[in-house]
């Protein structure tokens, strides 16, 4: 039924319940939506509804109570309908989800209103997502609305409503075990895809063509597809950070940059590459390969427990503006540069992000003091400095134009250090050409 044991989804309801207080928290599942007239996208479970359920279907909700006497976790769902099924899919049924999904009362999704507020009475809050889910919101506040109506019938309605993403967020941030190993499958077939790549590539194959290869290999594998959409960026494209059209002819004097991931057990996977069309670097791709390499691993030293994201992106950048200024990208002043971010145009984004379920993982970045949230064992994140020297920028030395190049790897922080969940995929200069020359029919 669910991806993991139910023990792992109880022991995660366990601790948000000790976050509630006397309060109700409603975590609706994700949304089947269109694509076009009658024809859908593929549904993809919510992300916190996952976390704390592992049930899979659409058009449903929990509902946590802490100190709801009759049960403290509430699902409803859609009943069975055999017509329904026979057309669309098998559902779990209300008969067999208290078993299969370890909750304590379901009730049919069609009863939602009828029974939401009985759910929502004697509590003093209601925790929910108050920025997203805005036909949520409205129905818990007629609810309340008509619950407060009733001043006289000693029923308790809540009173406020608390933003509950970043409470789910902050549990999030550290990986269980079992979190951790599904990241790592992520990892390692993401992985094979771009060796794959890699070997595959060469003059004259279309953006798509690779896109093709490293996303059949991730179904091959047994992932559900990308995490993320791909970007397959020949030469200046580059140079395009979200570039996603993949739709362009690879030329032999450039570099091809990938950023692509797989989605395994909805937990992501998150690499970006950049290697020579040909199988190997010029003396000018080389000169800026080196710098992001280089700045990547001063990151990479960084990953410790108590240093912050913050610390990874101040080291990538020296590395970064430094090279800029030995490539002549830059003059002036290195201090100067770091001071007013005149390095922005070359080098505009952050090191790294959280990853888990979503690929930019929704979890907090400062704590309740502001300050950055400090790394511990179990946190996930990625590590992906860049520079982009796009061929219509005057100010980039001739040979210099036109080469995008970032490298992106996937970090476990443990006790010691940090673990390298992607560094089966080459990255040195020589690795990375020697994996140009491999056969990728040896990946399938
Ligand atoms: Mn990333």
């Not at 006497?69 to 409803?76: A, D, S, Y």
């Not at 049919?108 to 919101?137: A, G, M, R, Y």
């Not at 290195?334 to 690929?359: I, N, R």
Request: net charge negative; glycine share 6%.
């Amino acid at each position: 039924m669910s991806t993991l044991n139910n023990s792992v989804y109880l022991r995660r309801r366990e601790e948000l319940f000790s976050l509630l207080g006397d309060g109700v928290a409603l975590i609706p599942s994700g949304e089947e939506k269109i694509k076009s007239f009658d024809t859908g996208y593929p549904f993809r479970q919510d992300s916190n509804f996952n976390y704390l359920t592992g049930f899979d279907e659409p058009e449903s909700l929990l509902v946590l109570c802490p100190n709801n006497k009759e049960g403290r976790t509430t699902l409803f769902l859609r009943p069975k309908d055999k017509v329904a099924e026979m057309w669309e899919g098998r559902r779990l049924g209300l008969d067999k989800a208290k078993e299969a999904l370890g909750v304590d009362l379901v009730f049919s999704i069609h009863d939602l209103d009828k029974k939401l507020p009985e759910l929502l009475q004697n509590h003093s809050k209601v925790f929910l997502d108050l920025f997203s889910n805005k036909p949520l919101v409205d129905k818990s506040l007629e609810h309340l609305r008509s619950l407060s109506g009733r001043k006289k019938s000693k029923i308790a309605s809540p009173q406020k409503m608390v933003n509950l993403p970043p409470i789910i967020g902050m549990m999030r941030l550290k990986k269980d075990a079992e979190e951790i190993s599904l990241i790592r499958k992520a990892s390692a077939i993401s992985s094979k895809a771009h060796k794959a790549a890699m070997a595959f590539t060469s003059p004259g194959k279309n953006e798509y063509e690779v896109q093709a290869l490293m996303e059949y290999i991730f179904k091959k594998e047994g992932a559900q597809g990308s995490a993320y959409q791909s970007i397959v960026a020949g030469g200046n494209n580059a140079n395009i950070l979200h570039y996603i059209n993949n739709n362009e002819v690879l030329n032999k004097e450039d570099l091809l940059l990938i950023d692509a991931g797989c989605e395994f057990g909805l937990y992501a996977s998150d690499i970006t590459r950049t290697f020579p069309v040909n199988g190997s670097f010029s003396r000018a791709q080389k000169d800026v390969y080196q710098i992001v390499l280089e700045a990547q691993k001063k990151a990479m030293e960084e990953s410790k427990v108590g240093n912050t994201l913050t610390h990874n992106h101040d080291a990538a950048t020296k590395v970064l503006v430094q090279g800029l200024m030995d490539l002549n990208v830059l003059e002036g002043s290195f201090q100067e540069h770091l001071e007013k971010q005149s390095f922005k145009d070359y080098w505009p984004h952050g090191t790294g992000h959280w990853l888990g379920l979503d690929v930019h993982d929704n979890s907090p970045y400062i704590n309740e003091e502001k300050s950055d949230i400090a790394f511990e064992e179990g946190m996930v994140f990625t590590i992906e400095p860049g520079l982009y020297l796009p061929l219509d920028d005057q100010k980039v030395p001739q040979e210099l134009r036109g080469i995008g190049i970032r490298i992106e790897d996937d970090v476990l922080i443990t006790k010691n250090g940090h673990e390298v969940l992607t560094d089966d995929v080459p990255k040195e200069i020589e690795a990375v050409e020697e994996a140009c020359q491999k056969n990728y029919r040896d990946f399938l």
